[in-house]
Nanobody, 116 residues
Framework: QVQLVESGGGLVQPGGSLRLSCAAS????????MGWYRQAPGKQRELVAR???????NYADSVKGRFTISRDNAKSTVILQMNSLKPEDTAVYYC??????????WGQGTQVTVSS
């Protein structure tokens, strides 16, 4: 089992920045990829960014150039730095981990609201 705990959400004005953090615990040695997904009201959950154990990243087209994902394997944490935030970035953001045995783990979610 892997547990994921997110922090760092909140309310920010358009153009502002937020930093989301996710700490993993439990069988962390079993984790391969980690990432962030988001779900806006009335929409499906979508991938925002993910990073492999080796540091390979990929991003949704809508956040490229604005968001940066990073990972500290020693601390079992993944960070999402979000800059130049837009109202359409408003959503609940979920941390995700993909682990051996094809297990998918999710955090409880953290609200990000971009509004003036």
């Amino acid at each position: 089992q892997v547990q994921l705990v997110e922090s760092g959400g909140g309310l920010v004005q358009p153009g502002g920045s937020l930093r989301l953090s996710c700490a993993a615990s439990g069988r962390i040695s079993s984790i391969y990829d980690m990432g962030w997904y988001r779900q806006a009201p009335g929409k499906q959950r979508e991938l925002v960014a993910r990073i492999t154990t080796g540091g390979i990243t990929n991003y949704a087209d809508s956040v490229k150039g604005r968001f940066t994902i990073s990972r500290d394997n020693a601390k079992s944490t993944v960070i999402l730095q979000m800059n130049s935030l837009k109202p359409e970035d408003t959503a609940v953001y979920y941390c995700h981990a993909y682990a051996s045995g094809s297990y998918n783990y999710w955090g409880q979610g953290t609200q990000v609201t971009v509004s003036s």
